[in-house]
């Protein structure tokens, strides 16, 4: 009886994986916006921004699939979920809670190691969508992404209740900044990889890859840090 019972309520908190269709997992880093030390935008060696892109590249690579991210959060798309399901065990996991819990111990593993602060802790969720959806997908996350990039430049720029500011007048008044042609504009819908390469996310929703060469890191005194900025 016992259990039945307990097997139940795991159910309940736990799906079953669909091998055919393409599987989802996003990550948020825990508190990262809140952390006043972590530039989400500036992208030297070993930074935040440049550790979580590094990571993604792997990752993408490795399981030959597709991710976005931007700000504090990453989704990886995978398009044939067998390759990571068998990667991960011998016993071929077969729910959310069980992909999810492995996979992002090897994320929180590789991304930590590259990055030049204090451990980042990742919340994840894992699901599966139909392949019709993806497209969809990417753009409701890059929205997102977007609304938390262009308030974090706003708050940069001392603008008070940026948060509460429609995303259409946010992207105008950024636009009012020096920084926003230099810093903002290239990640504020953010960064689209597939199997290891960047590649442009407008041109991928219309049905193209078109590839991006990625910008060469510089040491982080010669790089511009916003989380200096004098406001």
């Keep these: 009886m016992w259990n039945s019972y307990f097997k139940q309520i795991q159910n309940k908190y736990s799906m079953r994986v669909s091998f055919n269709k393409p599987l989802v997992i996003r990550l948020d880093g825990k508190d990262v916006t809140k952390n006043k030390s972590i530039d989400l935008l500036s992208n030297y060696e070993s930074s935040f921004t440049n550790s979580l892109e590094e990571t993604v590249k792997f990752f993408s690579k490795k399981y030959n699939c597709l991710a976005i991210f931007g700000s504090d959060e990453v989704s990886f798309i995978f398009y044939k979920p067998m390759i990571l399901i068998e990667d991960l065990d011998n016993d071929k996991y077969n729910r959310t809670n069980e992909v999810i819990s492995v996979f992002s111990q090897y994320f929180f593993e590789h991304f930590n190691s590259l990055y030049n602060g204090n451990k980042v802790f990742w919340h ?95 040491v982080e005194d010669e790089y511009f840090d916003i989380t200096k900025w004098d406001v």
Aim: aromatic share 10%.
């Design 124 to 218: 994840g969720k894992c699901f599966s969508i139909s392949n019709d959806k993806v497209n969809s997908y990417i753009k409701f996350r890059s929205k997102i992404i977007e609304n938390v990039l262009t308030t974090y430049f706003l708050k940069k720029n001392n603008v008070r209740e940026s948060g509460r500011i429609k995303l259409a007048e946010k992207i105008e008044m950024c636009k009012k900044y020096d920084l926003y042609e230099k810093i903002l504009k290239k990640v504020e819908n953010g960064i689209l990889y597939l199997n290891g390469d960047r590649i442009d996310i407008e041109e991928f929703l219309n049905g193209n890859i078109k590839k991006i060469e990625s910008e060469e890191k510089r």
